[in-house]
């Protein structure tokens, strides 16, 4: 698994103290999650979001801002953040605040129990 260690650990300080964080392999990267939603992660050395279909153009309009594009299709409502975003640790707890603040997505319906 290919990650920035130095981010990963800036993130950590940066939600350090709060409670109901985990993280989790994902991505081939590391995500963040909290009370089991994920947030942001990284992928490389690029921030992810997880940012909301709302809020998705908005994002893509910021400096340093790149769609997340993993499968080579972008994914509507994921962000890539280049390292020059995430430099300072104001910046890093924004967009940590965005990916928290990002509506969590629906519960597909399984169908099972319908006769």
Known sequence: M??????????RKAIE??????ER?????IAFMLHG????????????VRVGSDAYEKALAMPHVKPMDFTGKPMRGFIYVE??????IAALR???ALGVAAPKPAKAKSGR???
Not at 25 to 29: A, H, N, R, S
Not at 41 to 48: P, S, T
């Open 83 to 88: 390292p020059a975003g995430t430099k300072k």
């Open 37 to 48: 939603n994920m947030c942001c992660g990284i992928v490389d050395h690029r921030l992810m």
């Open 2 to 11: 290919a990650f920035d260690p130095d981010l990963a650990e800036r993130i």
């Open 94 to 96: 924004k967009w940590i």
């Open 17 to 22: 103290g709060d409670s109901g964080w985990t």
């Open 113 to 115: 129990g319908r006769h």
């Open 25 to 29: 392999k994902m991505f081939g990267g």
